[in-house]
Each structure stands twice: as structure tokens, then as C-alpha cells.
């Protein structure tokens, strides 16, 4: 039987093929150039004329110094605002996404794994945590995207929980758990995001409840205290917000 991965993913490979070469595009590329020495990305754009350049700048081990790794921060960063970037974030990972999304391909409902995987792609890349989580950039997305696709709504019927989005971030709590104080802030993230709260708010909430203390996910995430408490408390008062209304 043949598969439907390979219609799904020549759609978007057709879809890259205009996009890489087309000139309003590579114009908008260059217009994210920061004028700063230091900006890896500011290399790659000062001569571009095809979007791949891109794709090849942030491969594994294509700057010895760690900068496509860098590059690719930095696109994930221009994601928030500009399409463009975050749509060739998706065509880099899409190769790690198609593979590790074709374990889980059920071909009894016939539903293509990689449209499933791929929008959950888009979210994480779109609310990637560019602050905390700067290190192995790719595989992080990739992993993110396919826990929220997959692995979170397979959790939930395990545990009997309803089935909703998998855009939606659940905390992983023992059926044990029942009735504690961690269900319930599980079912309050669980609002805030479905509410429209940026994962990289709801992920430090998430992150605070696992860690022992302020000073170990300040350690875990490179950062001062007081960046995490000022995170804390920007990421507490959008989770009011979002409930209340």
C-alpha cells in the first residue's frame, strides 16, 4: 500500500521550491539583516539570492564555531513576527519531522502523520522559548512539535483525561495525583493555553513546579534569578489575565 507522506511532503517541497528563489521573498530575507558584526546571519544575508542558503547555513556542523546553531536561534526569533522565517525553520527540521513522525502513522485511519506533526511545528517554532533554550536548537523543535502532535494526546488517554488539541500544554501528573494542588495547576495552564498564553510562559510556570527552587531553573536555563522571577512574574500576570477573560 502506498503511503500519504510523500503527497503531503512534495506539497511542500513544491511549496519551497517557489518560495527559495522568489525575489519579493529573498528582498524580505535581506531586510532582516541587524547591522550587527557579531550576527551570524547578517553573513549569510549580505549575499543571498536563494532562501536555501539559509537551510544550509543552519545545518549541523556547517559552522564549526557553532553558528549554525546561531543562525537558526536567530530565525526562530524573527518567527514571532515574519512568516517567512518561520516557514523556512519548518522546511530545516522538516526532514527530522517526516522521520520521526512516521513511527507513529496508523494506517487503518489512513491520516497522514506529517500533517499532524507539522502545524504542531509551527506552534512550537512560533513560541519557542529563544531566552531559555538556546542550545540544539532543531532538535529541540522537532522534539517539542512531535511530543505535542503525539505523545501528549496518547498520555491523556492513558490517564483517561478528554482528548483536546495538542496545542493545548497539559503537566504530565500520576493518576495518583488526583485532587493535589499540581492537578490543578496543571488545569489552569491547561486554560491558559488553550487561551492563547505563549508556551514560553506556560513552559517556565511548568519548569518552576518541577525545580526545586528559583536559583535551579535560573541554573538549568543559563540565566540570573532574577530573570526567572521577572519572567515569573510577567508569565503569572498574562495566565490571570487569560483566565479572567
Same mark, same amino acid.
Given at each position: 500500500?502506498?503511503?500519504?507522506?510523500?503527497?503531503?511532503?512534495?506539497?511542500?517541497?513544491?511549496?519551497?521550491?517557489?518560495?527559495?528563489?522568489?525575489?519579493?521573498?529573498?528582498?524580505?530575507?535581506?531586510?532582516?539583516?541587524?547591522?550587527?558584526?557579531?550576527?551570524?546571519?547578517?553573513?549569510?544575508?549580505?549575499?543571498?539570492?536563494?532562501?536555501?542558503?539559509?537551510?544550509?547555513?543552519?545545518?549541523?556542523?556547517?559552522?564549526?564555531?557553532?553558528?549554525?546553531?546561531?543562525?537558526?536561534?536567530?530565525?526562530?526569533?524573527?518567527?514571532?513576527?515574519?512568516?517567512?522565517?518561520?516557514?523556512?525553520?519548518?522546511?530545516?527540521?522538516?526532514?527530522?519531522?517526516?522521520?520521526?513522525?512516521?513511527?507513529?502513522?496508523?494506517?487503518?485511519?489512513?491520516?497522514?502523520?506529517?500533517?499532524?506533526?507539522?502545524?504542531?511545528?509551527?506552534?512550537?517554532?512560533?513560541?519557542?522559548?529563544?531566552?531559555?533554550?538556546?542550545?540544539? +536548537?532543531? !532538535?529541540?523543535?522537532?522534539?517539542?512539535? @512531535?511530543? $505535542?502532535?503525539?505523545? /501528549?494526546?496518547? #498520555? %491523556? =488517554? &492513558?490517564?483517561?483525561?478528554?482528548?483536546?488539541?495538542?496545542?493545548?500544554?497539559?503537566?504530565?501528573?500520576?493518576?495518583?495525583?488526583?485532587?493535589?494542588?499540581?492537578?490543578?495547576?496543571?488545569?489552569?495552564?491547561?486554560?491558559?493555553?488553550?487561551?492563547?498564553?505563549?508556551?514560553?510562559?506556560?513552559?517556565?510556570?511548568?519548569?518552576?513546579?518541577?525545580?526545586?527552587? +528559583?536559583? !535551579?531553573?535560573?541554573?538549568?536555563?543559563? @540565566?540570573? $534569578?532574577?530573570?526567572? /522571577?521577572?519572567? #515569573? %512574574? =510577567? &508569565?503569572?500576570?498574562?495566565?490571570?489575565?487569560?483566565?479572567?477573560?
Amino acid at each position: 500500500m502506498q503511503t500519504t507522506t510523500p503527497g503531503f511532503a512534495h506539497r511542500l517541497d513544491a511549496e519551497w521550491a517557489r518560495l527559495r528563489t522568489s525575489r519579493r521573498c529573498v528582498q524580505r530575507a535581506r531586510a532582516w539583516r541587524s547591522g550587527d558584526p557579531d550576527d551570524p546571519l547578517d553573513a549569510v544575508l549580505a549575499s543571498i539570492d536563494d532562501l536555501d542558503d539559509l537551510i544550509r547555513a543552519t545545518q549541523r556542523g556547517a559552522g564549526a564555531d557553532g553558528s549554525d546553531n546561531a543562525i537558526l536561534l536567530r530565525l526562530v526569533e524573527l518567527a514571532s513576527a515574519d512568516e517567512l522565517a518561520g516557514r523556512i525553520v519548518i522546511q530545516r527540521i522538516l526532514p527530522g519531522l517526516i522521520s520521526r513522525a512516521a513511527r507513529y502513522r496508523d494506517f487503518r485511519d489512513h491520516i497522514d502523520p506529517v500533517e499532524i506533526v507539522v502545524p504542531a511545528a509551527w506552534f512550537a517554532v512560533r513560541t519557542h522559548d529563544t531566552i531559555g533554550r538556546r542550545n540544539h +536548537v532543531a !532538535a529541540t523543535l522537532i522534539s517539542d512539535a @512531535v511530543y $505535542d502532535a503525539f505523545r /501528549r494526546p496518547l #498520555r %491523556r =488517554r &492513558a490517564s483517561t483525561e478528554v482528548v483536546t488539541s495538542p496545542h493545548r500544554l497539559g503537566l504530565r501528573v500520576p493518576e495518583t495525583a488526583v485532587g493535589t494542588p499540581l492537578v490543578e495547576l496543571a488545569e489552569v495552564i491547561r486554560d491558559a493555553s488553550a487561551a492563547g498564553v505563549a508556551r514560553v510562559d506556560t513552559d517556565l510556570l511548568c519548569h518552576l513546579a518541577r525545580a526545586e527552587s +528559583v536559583g !535551579a531553573v535560573a541554573s538549568e536555563r543559563g @540565566v540570573t $534569578d532574577r530573570t526567572i /522571577r521577572n519572567h #515569573r %512574574r =510577567r &508569565a503569572v500576570a498574562n495566565v490571570r489575565a487569560a483566565i479572567a477573560a
